[in-house]
């Protein structure tokens, strides 16, 4: 499988931060702005929907790194945006650039990295550690 293609890859998201997404409601604060944990699934599911069509059949990516940091407050109703754009490949490890904003500034950003995998293997395996 030779990702190199995905390269400049990019995608934008843009999300209105409900009463789910908070750190009071997911337990990561006391407080109703965005989560950490939800900025970071919201990079994990932008960076993988922004090469899922490019990938072969069979084939998706894995979630393996983030180092990212979230440096402003978003308050509950007001929209996020998200945008992830491939940096680098090597092999089968492809690494984003990720970064968000709210309606007023950068809210946050750093790297992402995901491992493309062929599902069916991907999943022999786990079923094989389940027996151990």
């Keep these: 499988m030779d990702l190199s293609d995905f390269i400049g890859m990019k995608l934008t ?8 997404m908070t750190a009071s409601h997911v337990g990561s604060g006391g407080v109703d ?3 950490t944990p939800i900025m ?18 069979g084939c998706t990516t894995v979630g ?16 996020v945006t998200v945008t992830t754009e491939v940096i680098s490949v090597e092999g089968h ?4 650039s990720v970064e968000a904003f709210d309606e007023h500034s950068r809210i946050g ?10 599902l069916e293997r991907f999943m ?3 079923a094989s550690r389940k027996r151990s």
């Design 64 to 79: 393996v790194k983030v180092d990212i940091e979230h440096v402003s407050a978003t308050p509950l109703d007001e929209r």
């Design 33 to 35: 702005v965005l989560a």
């Design 40 to 57: 970071i699934l919201l990079f994990e599911q932008t960076a993988r929907d922004s090469v899922q069509d490019s990938l072969p059949d």
């Design 93 to 96: 490890l492809i690494t984003y």
């Design 109 to 118: 950003g750093g790297t992402h990295q995901r491992y493309a995998v062929t």
């Design 13 to 20: 998201v843009e999300k209105k931060v409900t009463e789910a």
């Design 124 to 126: 022999k395996r786990l």
